[in-house]
């Protein structure tokens, strides 16, 4: 029989192990009559508390064991992979999360899809964005944000969503699988890093085209016409025509929601946030979370919130000893965003704090927060004419005064500017004091923090409606919008799982197809 036990404990500094005997007491069991394994394991570091892990584990036994409100047998249904007998094969636009997750369903269920990508594949990607941080020569087609694996495949690769779905599950053991790294199975917030997410980005191509998956680079999406039995997609290497076609476009992929646009595809502006990068010292972060248990436990972690007035101001996409990198995908503008490597070892912490915005902010019009997105970051690209990012320390910022900062981990380069010029004034007072009501909280945020300018793509201004029950298009029949960049999705594990319902839409309509 499986089991499930709750609430389980051991001390920071021991091994994991130590829940052994907590697993024995509370089942009756003795060593050798039983294996498990960690099913969920976090930190509890609540103040008035001793610091320790807090786990769930799933426990397998043939002996008959205690009853106990913390055990609860466990039978998880396997994610159905059976096959379709089709000819059909659907061509998803897109590799990242969504893209890469749904053509991974299709292609194990024996649909075979075509994967077209605008940018490079990994390893020439990385050729080009590691270039651009170098010499600021940008690639506007394959770069932080075009490429294999998207946007998520230069950031701290968070594998984390409060989704109760259960296809998360899958997502998290092809990555515990590609990665080989179980604990993304237990860890509360996993993660895989930049670096050994590209690995797995490499590992999961093969497996998609070992299933008879096609995949082409450096195919940038044009134009798409209806036409009888399906649609013509006409891209930057040659034409394609596929019955099923499933948008899985990034949340920088502007022209391309221009043309969708244009060619009457049902679509809306939706809110989103803009604001700064911040980085602080780690060690300060590490003390403020852990105390004098710091030395037992990996680079912390922090998620702060305020209110001002009407807006939210809050930290996200937090980078664990990383990096701020620039990731601009338009020439002639300035973006920012947040990067770590599995060991999170880097000196500086970093994250985003940001400012919600809607249309009260950037106008009516379904691409104005497009546009408004744009103006900032030309407005900075212009104060150097280049891809140097503005910055400024929190103390100047907040209360003009000079005080210490960390030095500044983006390339490929900064310069120190009025940080207060970037924003309308309604957006910058909200960060400001949105700011100084954190930092009172947390001190640690902003000590010795830096700044730097602009954070404009923290998900997307748009949404590609479509249907709640069937997931096509609104406006147009086996078109299915997915994930971030169509509006349905924030983050790597959340995209891919919107990725694989939309596939399973796929193949549930052609299902029915073949039937009748």
Aim: net charge neutral.
């Amino acid at each position: 029989m499986n089991y499930r036990i709750n609430n389980l404990h051991r001390p920071i500094d021991s091994k994991p192990e130590a829940y052994e005997a907590e697993i024995e007491k509370i089942t009756g069991l003795k060593h050798g009559e039983y294996s498990w394994r960690r099913h969920r394991e976090s930190v509890d570091a609540r103040k008035g508390r001793t610091m320790r892990f807090i786990a769930a584990v799933d426990m397998t036994t043939n002996k008959k064991i205690r009853k106990n409100k913390q055990i609860l047998p466990v039978k998880e249904e396997a994610y159905d992979l059976s096959q379709v007998e089709t000819a059909e094969r659907p061509v998803v636009v897109g590799a990242g999360p969504a893209g890469l997750f749904c053509a991974w369903v299709l292609a194990k269920r024996g649909m075979a899809p075509i994967l077209i990508e605008r940018g490079d594949a990994l390893e020439e990607r990385v050729k080009k964005v590691e270039a651009f941080w170098e010499t600021g020569e940008l690639d506007p087609e394959s770069n932080v944000q075009f490429g294999e694996g998207g946007a998520g495949t230069f950031s701290d690769g968070k594998l984390t969503s409060r989704s109760k779905d259960p296809r998360g599950r899958t997502v998290l053991e092809l990555f515990s699988r590609l990665a080989d790294d179980e604990s993304i199975l237990y860890k509360k917030k996993p993660h895989v890093g930049t670096d050994a997410l590209r690995k797995v980005l490499v590992l999961l191509r093969k497996e998609l085209e070992d299933m008879g998956a096609e995949i082409h680079f450096r195919t940038a999406l044009k134009s798409i016409t209806k036409e009888k039995g399906g649609y013509s997609l006409a891209t930057s290497k040659g034409d394609f025509h596929a019955k099923y076609v499933v948008l899985a476009l990034g949340h920088s992929a502007r022209d391309s929601f221009t043309m969708l646009h244009e060619k009457g595809i049902f679509m809306e502006q939706k809110p989103f946030a803009v604001g700064f990068r911040i980085e602080e010292p780690q060690a300060a972060i590490d003390e403020s979370q852990y105390g004098d248990m710091r030395r037992f436990l990996p680079a912390a972690d922090y998620s702060v919130t305020a209110k001002v007035g009407e807006r939210g101001v809050y930290t996200f996409c937090m980078c664990p000893g990383g990096k701020v990198v620039a990731a601009a995908s338009e020439e002639g503008g300035v973006v920012t965003n947040g990067m770590s490597y599995k060991a999170r070892d880097g000196e500086n912490a970093n994250a985003a704090v940001l400012v919600t915005i809607d249309h009260e902010t950037y106008g009516e019009g379904t691409l104005a927060g497009v546009e408004f997105q744009r103006e900032i970051e030309q407005k900075v690209f212009a104060m150097t004419k280049s891809y140097k990012a503005p910055v400024e320390s929190v103390s100047s910022y907040l209360y003009g005064e000079e005080g210490d900062a960390v030095a500044p981990t983006y390339r490929p380069g900064t310069f120190f500017a009025d940080l207060h010029e970037i924003y309308p004034e309604a957006l910058d007072r909200a960060l400001t004091e949105g700011l100084k009501d954190m930092g009172r909280r947390f001190p640690a945020l902003i000590e010795k923090a830096l700044l730097t300018a602009p954070e404009t793509r923290s998900s997307s201004p748009v949404r590609i409606t479509r249907d709640l029950t069937t997931l096509e298009s609104l406006s147009h029949e086996n078109l299915y919008p997915a994930g971030e960049g169509a509006g349905y999705a924030g983050g790597i594990v959340s995209s891919a799982m919107d990725g694989m319902r939309v596939a399973e839409k796929i193949i549930e309509k052609e299902k029915d197809h073949v039937r009748n």
